[in-house]
């Protein structure tokens, strides 16, 4: 039995009877000549998938980069508006 996933740019395929993996990937174009094939076996298909398993939790659990934040100036005093306009009472 085969199982086949397809995708836009490749097709992967586990063949039960003879323990393969297979990847086909295609060219941009819809043509099949330019087709190029990876078999593995099922020790190979194993370790491929234990390496893209660790690589997604990898990223999946990785802390983003924290931002930090603008720090805005006082004023020289803290009721100090710089932009207020000034009044005098005389």
Known sequence: ?????????????????????????????????????????????????????RISQRNWLRNSPKKQKERIELAEHPFEDPDQTEFSFE
Do not use: C
């Open 1 to 53: 039995m085969k199982i086949t996933k397809e995708l836009k740019h490749a097709t992967f395929e586990y063949d039960e009877e003879a323990k393969e993996f297979n990847i086909l990937t295609k060219p941009f174009g819809e043509s099949t000549a330019g087709r190029n094939n990876i078999t593995l076996n099922k020790i190979y298909a194993f370790a491929f998938t234990r390496f893209v398993v």
